[in-house]
């Protein structure tokens, strides 16, 4: 069974930097995104990516802070985070679509991962 495996998560200080990690893409994959979820809040889109083109987009919050990112040979997906903030807290979730999709919409991905927690404290 095709899993996503998120990894990378931790706890830094504000201005810090991590690197989250999503292994297992299926070979279907049309595009591949980062989502993330605060307690009590809404799952909220970060960045998406075209496996095909590598073409990226980003939510205004993380923009020029976040950068999206791909190794086609490892098939793993990864989301590199600098200058994080307080706000930045969250589970961040990886997601797979085989399908044309408009990637600001959580509905649009087939698979998804487990998540990992980022804790930014201020």
């Known amino acids: 069974q095709v899993q996503l495996v998120e990894s990378g998560g931790g706890s830094v200080q504000a201005g810090g930097s991590l690197r989250l990690s999503c292994a297992g893409r299926?070979?279907?994959?049309?595009?591949m995104g980062w989502f993330r979820q605060a307690p009590g809040q809404e799952r909220e889109f970060v960045a998406a990516?075209?496996?095909?083109?590598?073409?990226?987009i980003y939510a205004d919050s993380v923009k020029g802070r976040f950068t999206i990112s791909r190794t086609y040979a490892k098939n793993t997906l990864y989301l590199q985070m600098n200058n994080l903030k307080s706000e930045d807290t969250a589970v961040y979730l990886c997601?797979?679509?085989?399908?044309?999709?408009?990637?600001?919409?959580?509905?649009?991905?087939?698979?998804w991962g487990q998540g990992t927690q980022v804790t930014v404290s201020s």
């Open positions: 997601a797979a679509t085989a399908r044309r999709w408009t990637p600001r919409d959580s509905r649009q991905y087939d698979l």
């Open positions: 299926p070979s279907s994959t049309y595009a």
């Open positions: 990516l075209s496996w095909s083109d590598s073409s990226e």
